[in-house]
C-alpha cells in the first residue's frame, strides 16, 4: 500500500484566504518529505521541502511543517490566489531519489 | 526549452499493441527516472537510471516494461502486449544527480482500448 497520503482529496478556498493541506504519512523512518504541486496538463512542480531535523521551514508564500510524533505534514499556503489552483502531493522520499506520493488533494480557490 | 520534454503527450493504443514513451532529460542532469500516474493515484516509481545504466528497476509492473537510455540522454519506456490496466500518464522526471531535485516533464497520457 502507499505510505503516504493526503486526508482531504478536494479543499475549496476563497481568493486571499490561508490554505492548509494536510499528508500522513506511516514510515516511521523517513527523514526527507517535499510538497509537489501539479497543474493540469503538466508534470508536478517541487514547491518546498523539509528534513526531519525541522519541524517547519518556510518559503515565498508557503510554509510546510512536520510532525514527527504523528507522522503529520501540512502545507500552508497565505493569501490564497487563482494561480495555486492545483493538485497538491506530498512526497516521501526513499532511498534518496525514489519518490512515493499519495493521491493529492485538489485544492480550488474561489473568486 | 530548457525543462524535461516528452512524446507523444498523447498516446491511443489497441489492446496487444507495443508502445514507446520518449523522454527527454534536462541537458547535463545525469539522474532520469520514470513514474506513472493512474487516474485519482498518486506516483508510482517504475524504474531510475544514473547514466546508461539503470540500479533501480523495481517499480517495472511486469516483463512486458523495459526501458533503455542512450547516451546519458534521451530515455524510452517501452511496453509491449499493452493491457487496459496500463492506461495511466506516465511521467518522466531528470536530476542534475541522484538525490537531486527532480524535474518533471509533462508526461504521456496512454490510453489502453
Known amino acids: 500500500g502507499e505510505s503516504v497520503g493526503l486526508h482531504l482529496p478536494t479543499l475549496s478556498v476563497q481568493e486571499g484566504d490561508n490554505s492548509i493541506i494536510n499528508c500522513a504519512y506511516s514510515n516511521s523512518a523517513s527523514d526527507y518529505f517535499i510538497w509537489y504541486k501539479q497543474e493540469s496538463g503538466k508534470g508536478p512542480q517541487f514547491i518546498i521541502d523539509i528534513r526531519s531535523n525541522m519541524d517547519k521551514r518556510q518559503g515565498q508564500r508557503v510554509t510546510v511543517l512536520l510532525n514527527k510524533t504523528v507522522k503529520h505534514l501540512s502545507l500552508q499556503i497565505a493569501a490564497t490566489q487563482p494561480g495555486d489552483s492545483a493538485v497538491y502531493f506530498c512526497a516521501e522520499i526513499l532511498n534518496d531519489y525514489k519518490l512515493s506520493f499519495g493521491a493529492g488533494t485538489t485544492v480550488t480557490v474561489r473568486a | ?113
Do not use: M
Not at chain 2, 21 to 49: K, N
Not at chain 2, 61 to 87: H, K, M, N, Y
Open chain 2, 1 to 113: 526549452g530548457a525543462g524535461v520534454s516528452q512524446s507523444p503527450s498523447n498516446k491511443v493504443t489497441e489492446k496487444g499493441k507495443d508502445v514507446e514513451l520518449r523522454c527527454d532529460p534536462i541537458s547535463g542532469h545525469t539522474a532520469l527516472y520514470w513514474y506513472r500516474q493512474s487516474l485519482g493515484q498518486g506516483l508510482e516509481f517504475l524504474i531510475y537510471f544514473q547514466g546508461n545504466s539503470a540500479p533501480d528497476k523495481s517499480g517495472l509492473p511486469s516483463d512486458r516494461f523495459s526501458a533503455e537510455r542512450t547516451g546519458g540522454s534521451v530515455s524510452t519506456l517501452t511496453i509491449q502486449r499493452t493491457q487496459q490496466e496500463d492506461s495511466a500518464v506516465y511521467l518522466c522526471a531528470s536530476s542534475l544527480g541522484v538525490g537531486g531535485e527532480q524535474f518533471f516533464g509533462p508526461g504521456t497520457r496512454l490510453t489502453v482500448l
